[in-house]
């Protein structure tokens, strides 16, 4: 599986951006979806996960409420909606997939492919 990120950008704080990452391939409905971010100094952090049939998914608490994670599984395609941006959440952000049945989308582990990652900066 091949993944592209797409959609980062500058943007004012309470502003929105929605990041997209296509997948090659025709398996993509086996795999669990999640995006994780990487700020200048931190670690990466798992940010949001979609099952693989996109009935479920799971943020961390710090952008509950204000991210939304979705998928077109007819366009291979993953989506993270986020609205109400803060400075902190500037960061490059991956998205990733992980064979279904391990329950990454929730753990944010055992993801088997990368993408290259987008830049969000948010401006204060």
């Known amino acids: 599986v091949q993944l592209q990120a797409s959609g980062g950008g500058l943007v004012q704080a309470g502003g929105s951006l929605r990041l997209s990452c296509a997948a090659s391939g025709r398996t993509f409905v086996t795999y669990d979806m999640g995006w994780f971010r990487q700020a200048p100094g931190k670690e990466r952090e798992f940010v949001a996960g979609i099952r693989n049939d996109g009935d479920s998914a799971y943020y961390v608490d710090s952008v509950k409420g204000r991210f939304t994670i979705s998928r077109d599984n007819a366009k291979n395609t993953v989506y993270l909606q986020m609205d109400n941006l803060n400075p902190e959440d500037t960061a490059v952000y991956y998205c990733?997939?992980?064979?279904?049945?391990?329950?990454?989308?929730?753990?944010?582990?055992?993801?088997?492919?990368w993408g290259q990652g987008t830049l969000v900066t948010v401006s204060s």
């Open positions: 990733a997939a992980a064979l279904k049945g391990r329950i990454a989308y929730v753990t944010g582990r055992n993801y088997d492919y």
